[in-house]
């Protein structure tokens, strides 16, 4: 069973739906990254949390650590939120290497 | 502006003719990270170092070296490149770690081993 779980792996919508990208984990975590991968390759961090929640724009991240569970939630979607979204947890024996989910691979139509 | 550099962005060679990939940060990170990506795998870490001289292997460490002289640049060195090693690597840079710091990404290099 993979440490980091995200659901779904593939997600279509259309534009000015809610999105919601889950994340589960099985090991204590000292902060858990939400990073989107652009279809050219490049990887940009979006959030970095702890507890509770972070919104920036349209993003909202969200994490629940009794539950070690994390959701990533994108509000009026619009093609170009189109992407690989990718979890990873900073775990607490992790000897500062990142455990990373497989990905979800999201597809906004206009 | 604050970046990790990549280069080359992409790279096609022979199978043995040795390599290296340069990444260099310009936001004096103590931590700084090379991940291959491969379709269906992820992402693997291959190396990470915690400071200037101080390296270690990740995941996937096999047929590859690093070095960290200066704080800045973390180069990856294929010694003598196989077509396993065809992949998307990114390397990465943190103030410290993983312990609740956030993470820059270069663009990325993908490197076809023929």
């Known amino acids: 069973k993979n440490e980091v779980e995200q659901s779904p792996q593939n997600l279509t919508a259309q534009e000015g739906e809610f999105i919601t990208i889950n994340c589960s984990y099985s090991v204590g975590i000292s902060a858990l990254h939400w990073l989107q991968q652009h279809p050219g390759g490049g990887i940009v961090s979006l959030f970095m949390?702890?507890?509770?929640?972070k919104k920036h724009g349209r993003l909202i991240a969200t994490i629940n650590i009794q539950e070690k569970h994390s959701s990533l939630h994108i509000t009026a979607s619009h093609p170009r939120d189109s992407a690989v979204y990718i979890c990873a947890v900073a775990a607490m024996d992790s000897n500062y290497q990142l455990i990373w989910g497989a990905g979800t691979k999201l597809i906004i139509k206009p | 502006e604050a970046q990790v550099t990549q280069n080359p962005r992409y790279l096609i060679t022979v199978t043995g003719k040795k390599l290296t990939v340069t990444c260099s940060q310009n936001m004096n990170h103590e931590y700084m990270s090379w991940y291959r990506q491969d379709p269906g795998l992820g992402l693997r870490q291959i190396y990470y170092s915690m400071n200037v001289e101080v390296t270690d292997k990740g995941d996937v460490p096999e047929g590859y070296k690093v070095s960290r002289k200066e704080k800045r640049n973390f180069p990856l060195i294929l010694e003598s490149p196989s077509p396993n090693q065809t992949s998307l690597y990114f390397c990465?840079?943190?103030?410290?770690?993983?312990?609740?710091?956030?993470?820059?990404f270069g663009s990325g290099t993908r490197l076809t081993v023929v």
């Open positions: 949390l702890s507890s509770g929640k």
């Open positions: 990465a840079s943190s103030p410290h770690g993983g312990q609740g710091d956030g993470y820059t």
